[in-house]
């Protein structure tokens, strides 16, 4: 079920004894939890009836244990269960060393299922996994989670935003918060945070703590997003590749009035040129390919950054690419020692790579 209808479900019908929630999303997932403690706990019983375990740290057999045992302190109780996948045996299946491993899976299994065929009341177990997405090279990593945790018949699934959602998010918010923003500003947005969900929460509020009122413009999401900022990075990307030297060191002026911290404008160079270069050896030139292709390996890509990754690689030959990485690399050692200035370590940078 999707986040909506269990927000739906829980309204409407008494709270079950598990569920399963799957996927990395983090905004509906935080929702999802706040709704279950108020429909659950009453207030004075949420410091004892909220439990936490970790599945990295414990097992499953102890989970059973655990919701089994009768609380001293509160007679309801709400057990979050992190890592749930880390409950799933390793290794290749049948080989002699995890023989002991299976066995104790198929205990892990049995044990659970046969709790959920008589559960206690008033007490309700979440498996929470994170880790992996519902598609690419996780997708058969998601089945075997969703395999193993077969007893329990209430799964939420938490996707990953698309563009589109997080642009209606980032609109709700707005009307919500009172913050006067218009479309393309929303749009800046989202590319700054890459559809993240709950960055975009956080974000917009600090946006209407800031702006008080008045409207939002794209010089203060520049001033406070600060991934905003990578379009100024792509700009000084975009005068390398064009070994426009006048305009790289313009680029760089503009940073240090910004105050950004060149330290990290350059582990935002080293992205984009790590990127592009994987985008060429595999092939990949329009900004759909770039975007579809990474998307397979599970990185987030909007539009935006797939066009600005398109054209380094139609500025930069793979050679070039690698040569630039070398310097970012020699460029970062010398900024992580002692220097007379920031500025100047930058600015060789430039020079080298427009030589």
Known sequence: MTPEQFLSMIERQPVAPAYLFLGPEGYYRDRCRRALIERLLPVEDREHGFVRLDLAESTLSAVVDDACSLSLFSPRRLIWVSCAE????????????????????????SSLTQYLANPVPDVAVVFDSSRYEFDGEDKARQERVLKFYGAIRNVVEFPRFSEAQARRLAQDLARQLGLKIAAAEVQLIVEATGASATTIATEMEKLALYAQGRPITAGDIAQMVPQARATTIFALVSSLGNKRRDAALDVLDTLVKEGEYLPLALSFLATQFRQALAASEAGMRGSGQIRGYFSRLGVPMWPSRADQIAQTVTSFTPEKMRSALVSIAAADKDLRDTRPDDRIVMERFVLDLTS
Do not use: T
């Open 86 to 109: 880390a409950a799933l045996p390793r290794g290749r299946r049948g080989s002699a060393s995890d023989s002991g491993e299976e066995g104790g899976a198929a205990g892990n299994e």
